[in-house]
């Protein structure tokens, strides 16, 4: 998830583009980079590795002038890191200028194309294949850019919000989005481009929210403020701004700006308009594992295309053990995946705390494949794990959310999750693309050893590609979760339940707790409850059980009914239509029906609301618990 922003008007473009970086950074920094036509019509571009102070000590004694520009903080998807990956990025020419925030999933077929008429490249970027595809139609085409930028986007698939010069034509600007958000902002003489209104809101509140599909072209003769002959007046005397606003489809279909009136406050834009980043990315899964799943999960074809697999598939076939390392939330994920890995492809699987598996002298062998799962990718424990065992001969595969961080660094292959920065400290839409990552990786290597059935296989696949909409729907029910919440901020102690799939995710949920309300809580397999913990049920203490129906579902229900026959109170996540469990709990949360090894994507869901709700009634700091840091690189 990168951070875009354009500028075209009356002033010098440079320090609002430089301060639009700065209000996106929470968006991701790893590079940054600037593009300007000065008024000699000289294209500068000027990056630097690193967040936007870098760029600035890098571009302070260069030409920054020119009443145009368009800058970018980048999150990288493809491409390490570096200032030869970061945008903007020039044409062959150096005639264009193009940043991006998005995934290009056929840029290497695009590639291929141009490449075979000459075009050469400088980056490893999706985007450089845009901006050459963009000028090549230019040229072959004798077309201007607003029309060059309809047609290579015609040809496009993947997401998209970009922006693009031309420094031959330094009064027009041409941006287009596609699954990417974009926004306009209309000053006096002057617009504002960007990922999000942050960048904005001090300059105007009148805005154009960008739809799917959609160019626009904002086209200002930046020399004079004067109005030109076609600007009409409104009624106001005020020129009518949006005569210099030109929107069409990318098939050049004519589009009506329509203007809105920004209402939030710069703070509340940074979280989406949410209270806390938390809560924001709990709302944010529905797309981030859409996101996770682009390029990846193709349901129309009933396909899993993982490259980090498909590039090493024997190593896969050839393992005896898998070993998953990871902390906290991420060896939750890893835990769900050793059900999975186990269940689909039959290679025995061992899951590890890092800071465990590092100093206990463990047996690594040099056909074991071991899977490092950590949001940040930078873990010390996890770190220190994977080269322990990459001084063993172990195959080193890492799941990370961090393009370029030290462990993906360090390991032979790997899958990122794509989920753009995880602001909060507590994990939540980073757990669920692991384990939609771990997921997939499970049926691709059951799939190609043929210990998963074809049927069984497209079945997951399918549903797979129904999970972010019906994470949308149980993330309908945080209002109720909210209200019956506050029953619970008096407990000074929770426990978890889940059997099966579900056990790593009581795990996941009481951490979720502890982590952001200060309020002890355990998980446990349902069944572990006769062997001590039952011993604490009463009614000072809640227990959520999460029961959705499969697997062990009968099994679950009885462990419900010692609960209550102790007089405890039950909090149950059920699968929708369940009415044996909703007779007996005092709460319920559905879920909708979904594959077994699935469910975990959804029974989470209600248990980070639960945390996040009774966290902020006790108004604890959600974001930023005490003594907790986002990534551990300690140990
Ligand atoms: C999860 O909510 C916590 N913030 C913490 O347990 C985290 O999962 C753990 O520190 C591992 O971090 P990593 O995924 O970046 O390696």
């Not at 996770?292 to 295309?305: K, L, P, W």
């Not at 979904?594 to 996040?612: G, R």
């Amino acid at each position: 998830m990168c951070g875009i922003v354009g500028y075209i008007g009356k002033r010098k473009a440079y320090p609002i583009l430089i301060k639009g970086l700065h209000r996106l950074e929470y968006r991701g920094y790893d590079s940054a980079g600037v593009a300007l036509i000065n008024p000699q019509g000289q294209l500068n571009i000027y990056k630097a590795k690193g967040k936007v102070a870098e760029l600035e000590t890098y571009a302070a004694d260069k030409d920054t002038d020119g009443c145009i520009g368009i800058a970018h903080t980048r999150w990288a998807t493809h491409g390490e890191p570096n200032t030869v990956n970061a945008h903007p990025h020039y044409s062959e020419s150096e005639r264009l200028a193009i940043i991006h925030n998005g995934i290009i999933e056929n840029y290497a077929v695009l590639k291929a194309g141009l490449q075979q008429e000459g075009y050469t490249f400088k980056s490893d970027t999706d985007t450089e294949v845009l901006v050459q595809l963009i000028e090549y139609t230019q040229l072959n085409r004798h077309v201007d850019l607003k029309t060059a930028v309809q047609l290579a986007l015609q040809q496009v698939v993947g997401a998209y919000a970009i922006a693009v010069l031309d420094k031959d034509h330094p009064d027009t600007l041409v941006a287009a989005r596609k699954g990417s958000p974009l926004v306009v902002g209309i000053g006096q003489d002057e617009y504002f481009l960007a990922s999000d209104a942050t960048p904005i809101v001090e300059y105007t509140d009148k805005v154009i929210y960008i739809e799917d599909e959609e160019v626009v072209t904002i086209k200002l003769s930046v020399e004079s403020s004067e109005l030109s002959e076609r600007d009409e007046l409104s009624e106001t005397g005020e020129p009518k701004e949006e005569s210099n606003i030109d929107i069409t489809t990318i098939n050049n279909v004519q589009k009506t700006p329509e203007i809105k009136r920004l209402e939030m406050s710069l703070s509340q834009l940074e979280k989406g308009g949410y209270p806390h980043f938390m809560l924001k990315e709990i709302f944010e899964q529905p797309r981030t594992l859409t996101d996770s799943m682009r390029g990846r999960v193709n349901v129309r074809q009933d396909n899993i295309a993982l490259s980090g697999f498909i590039d090493n598939k024997q190593r896969f076939l050839d393992a005896k053990r898998i070993i998953i390392t990871a902390c906290g939330t991420s060896w939750h994920a890893g835990l769900i995946a050793m059900y999975a890995i186990e269940e689909f492809a039959q290679i025995p699987v061992e899951v590890e705390y890092s800071s465990e598996f590092r100093y206990r002298k463990p047996v690594i062998n040099k056909d074991d494949i071991v899977v490092a799962i950590s949001q940040s990718g930078e873990t010390a424990d996890t770190l220190a794990a994977i080269q322990l065992a990459k001084s063993k001969g172990a195959f080193i595969f890492s799941i990370c959310n961090v393009v370029g961080a030290s462990i993906p660094r360090l390991s032979d292959s790997g899958c990122y999750t794509h989920v753009g920065p995880e602001i909060g400290v507590a994990s939540t839409k980073a757990f669920t693309a692991q384990v939609t990552a771990l997921t997939m990786l499970a049926l691709c290597i059951g799939r190609e050893k043929e210990t998963l059935s074809q049927e069984q296989y497209l079945a997951i696949v399918r549903e797979l590609g129904q999970i972010p909409d019906k994470i949308e729907r149980v993330l309908g029910q945080n209002k109720r979760i909210a209200d019956f919440a506050k029953t619970f901020t008096y407990a000074q102690n929770f426990i978890y339940l889940g059997r099966g799939y579900n056990f790593p995710v009581a795990l996941e949920g009481a951490l979720k707790l502890k982590e952001i309300s200060y309020i002890h809580a355990e998980g446990y397999p349902a069944a572990e409850m006769k062997h001590g913990p039952i011993a604490l049920i009463s009614q000072e203490m809640p227990v959520v059980v999460v029961a959705p129906h499969c697997g062990t579902y009968e099994k679950v229900v009885s462990n419900i009914q010692e609960i209550k026959a102790r007089k405890g109170r039950v909090i149950a996540v059920v699968t929708e239509g369940d009415e044996l469990v909703s007779r007996i709990a005092d709460y319920t949360i559905e879920i909708p029906a979904t594959e077994e090894c699935l469910t975990p994507l959804l029974t989470v869901i209600p248990l980070q609301l639960l945390a996040y709700h009774i966290a902020v009634i006790k108004g604890c700091d959600v974001d930023q618990p005490r003594n907790l840091a986002k990534s551990v690189t300690v140990e």
